[in-house]
């Protein structure tokens, strides 16, 4: 199994423009401190909710973000160390399927011109050659060549996001980051993309990065991933071993919220209560611990440590790992009383 | 068991340049007393048109309606005047949309927002007013409600937004709310927490519910009837319980099984065949045919009659699934 991915210790923050006078500037913690590898043919999971940075750290793995701290490689090189034409050359093994179907296309394109957008900034085929291979790219994504001249609006979602798909694999790539690539789909739909990704991995030896907010989804599509919150990852490793036992309090929550249409075996619900804090300032010590069921009183202002717990099975929480040798508060291990953890 | 809505024979048309889009055909929809009614189906297949209708939302034109009788509450609503609709939906009809952001007004704190619901529908005053905000975010679970009615929508993240949408819905206490994809724009945690919210209110204030949505496993954890409906027409009615353990009609299988499922080995996903028809170019005899499974010749010709089988049930199916999974001949 070989690495095609790397990152170390990537951080990726934006500054807060503009805002009240009398605030202090602050940055946006989006990524904090990730270090993750991807393996060669597998497909590699990044879960959370809303706002935890799984876009920024996409784009970071890309090189579409130039990371604050840390490096990305790929292939063994380090993206940012890269001159611009070797990065752009370096860039077209990597591509990008985005979240939203309806405004990720350019709806004065056609279909052609969409999906040929790629090759024709390469600059290396002929106008034949390109719509052979248009032609073939939309029977793989299980479009048709009548396609050719209609234009996004004439499409429903499902369907464009195969133009989506189309498009990304356009040049080859070896490496593809699907974002969120059927959050804006029905259902029904979801089932219908999925397959499509499943079956051009095999046939195409592709990479995927897979972001989602749905375990059910990442449960079958992945072989490794990782879960983030605020920044941060939470768990990560194996999927068979996180979906098996997860340790974080964070996954089983996310695992618990997971609906289906079962009736005989209702499971218990956990409903976290408050939502996501602010990344411009995140609680100094686990992120997590505002909306953490368990939290210790430790928790609120000592950062916990990704440590591996098993082989592949790695985990940031000082319920599983105990607390680091650092001087710590009196009664770090007293729960934290409800009212105070409520964001 | 009393009837809060009484839908009969809805049908709404679009003429378009493209031709007639029949986006409802023959709509019956029954809601009762503190029931709590879903309206399930794929993207384009009517929920929000009905929905709409129901409320006298819809612009005509564009859409051109035709119904035999829209009965609230023991009221044909059907003929009357806009300006009487707007006092029964302030009242006694009430709507959650999808998108929490653009029902609330931006420049003006949610607390006033709420406030407003009381002052104008109960004739309370600010203060009695302020006092029955405090508790309505109270129960949605907003922690510190009283500074937090202070707050501007933009300075709430998107759960509390939806939840503050559905405090102001609840407010008036009404006979009715109709709930279009509440959940849909919102993360998994945060969509557990809206909708144990949304089942509480509803049952606490003894409201009725009409939940649309494209999502089954949304229904399953929160509807007593479900409505099933494909390409403008409804095609299956039951009782929750009843539809999950064991559907009746092969579209309703297709989308249960198109929800992923965690205990669920396969790395496949299961999908239905083909796509929606075109609302402008629907086939002959029953609309589902070219992606059903179990279609025979009589399924491309008619189109089958919506028939009760058994109790409350209801299928538009010429050969409805018993329980394993078998056509009944
Ligand atoms: N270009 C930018 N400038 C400033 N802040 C940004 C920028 N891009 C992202 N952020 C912020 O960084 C954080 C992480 O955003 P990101 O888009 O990566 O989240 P996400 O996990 O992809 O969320 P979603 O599931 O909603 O897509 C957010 O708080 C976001 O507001
Ligand atoms: N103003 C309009 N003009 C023409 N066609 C319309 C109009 N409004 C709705 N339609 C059509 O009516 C049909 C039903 O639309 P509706 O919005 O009710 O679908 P829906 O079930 O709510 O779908 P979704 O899950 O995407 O919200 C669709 O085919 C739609 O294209
Ligand atoms: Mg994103
Ligand atoms: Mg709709």
């Known amino acids: 199994m070989s690495e095609i991915l790397a990152l170390s210790n990537v951080s990726v923050h934006f500054p807060v423009k503009g805002g009240l006078p009398f605030f202090r500037r602050g940055v946006i913690q989006a990524v904090s401190d990730v270090s993750l590898t991807v393996n060669q043919g597998e497909t590699f999971g990044i879960v959370g909710e809303s706002g935890c940075g799984k876009t920024t750290l996409a784009n970071a793995m890309i090189g579409m973000v130039k990371p604050t701290a840390g490096q990305v490689f790929f292939k063994g090189v380090d993206l940012n160390g890269l001159a611009t034409d070797e990065f752009k050359k370096m860039r077209r093994q990597m591509q990008m399927i985005f979240q939203d179907p309806y405004s990720s296309l350019n709806p004065r394109f056609n279909v052609y011109q969409i999906v040929s957008e790629p090759m024709f900034i390469r600059g290396e085929d002929s106008e034949e050659e390109m719509k052979a291979r248009v032609v073939e790219l939309l029977q793989l994504v299980g479009l048709s060549a009548d396609d050719l001249y209609r234009h996004p609006s004439d499409f429903s979602g499902g369907q464009r996001q195969r133009l989506g798909i189309a498009r990304a694999i356009s040049l080859n790539p070896s490496f593809l980051v699907c974002d969120e690539p059927v959050s804006a789909l029905d259902v029904s739909i979801h089932a219908q993309i999925l397959n499509l990704l499943v079956e051009l991995q095999e046939q195409l030896n592709l990479t995927y990065v897979f972001i989602s907010h749905n375990l059910a989804d990442v449960k079958k599509m992945c072989d490794r991933m990782a879960v983030m919150y605020l920044g941060k990852i939470m768990e990560s490793g194996g999927s068979d071993k996180i979906f098996k036992k997860p340790l974080h309090p964070y996954t089983q929550a996310l695992l618990a919220a997971v609906l289906d249409t079962s009736f005989d075996e209702r499971r218990e619900q956990i409903v976290l209560q408050g939502d996501i804090p602010s990344p411009i300032n995140p609680p100094a010590g686990c992120r997590f611990w505002q909306r953490c069921p368990q939290a210790m009183q430790g928790c609120k202002t000592v950062p916990p440590d990704l440590v591996e717990v098993e082989e592949d099975h790695f985990v940031a929480c000082h319920l599983v790992n105990g607390f680091p040798d650092v001087p710590l508060p009196e009664g770090f291990e007293d729960p934290v009383p409800k009212q105070d953890s409520q964001v | ?329």
Request: include cysteine.
């Open chain 2, 1 to 329: 068991m009393k009837q809060v809505l009484k839908l009969r024979n809805l049908k709404v048309v679009f003429p378009t340049s493209y031709g007639l889009i029949r986006a409802v055909e023959s709509v019956d929809l029954d809601i009762g007393d503190r029931e709590c009614v879903a309206l399930v189906g794929e993207s384009g297949c009517g929920k929000t048109v009905t929905s709409q209708a129901v409320m006298r939302l819809l612009e005509t034109p564009p859409a051109v309606i035709r119904v035999d009788s829209i009965e609230f509450d023991g009221q044909e609503i059907k003929d009357c005047s806009s300006k009487e609709m707007q006092e029964i939906r302030g009242k006694d009809m009430a709507m959650i949309f999808q998108d929490a952001m653009t029902s609330l007004n931006p420049v003006m704190t949610v607390g006033n927002q709420i406030d407003e619901m009381y002052m104008r529908h109960q004739g309370d005053s600010k203060k009695e007013a302020r006092e029955k905000t405090v508790r309505a975010l109270e129960l949605i679970g907003l922690p510190e409600p009283r500074a937090r009615a202070n707050s501007f929508p933009h300075q709430l993240s998107g759960g509390m937004r939806q939840r503050v949408l559905l405090a102001m819905a609840f407010a008036c206490m009404p006979k009715l709310i109709i709930a279009d994809e509440p959940t849909t724009a919102l993360d998994v945690t945060i969509q557990a927490q809206v909708l144990k919210t949304l089942r509480g209110m509803q049952q606490g204030c003894g409201t009725s519910l009409l939940l649309v949505t494209h999502d089954l496993s949304v229904v399953a954890s929160i509807a007593d009837t479900v409505y099933v409906m494909y390409s403008g027409k409804i095609v299956e009615k039951a009782p929750v319980k009843e539809l999950f353990t064991a559907p009746y009609h092969p579209y309703t299988v297709g989308l249960m099984a198109a929800v992923p499922r965690l205990d669920d080995e396969k790395r496949k996903f299961t999908q239905i065949p083909g796509t929606v028809p075109h609302p402008a170019r629907k086939p002959s005899g029953c609309y589902f045919h070219p992606r059903c499974e179990y279609a025979r010749e009589i399924c491309r010709k008619e189109m089958p009659p919506l028939q009760s089988l058994g109790g409350t049930r209801k299928v538009r199916c010429h050969y409805p699934l018993t329980a394993g999974g078998e056509s009944h001949e």
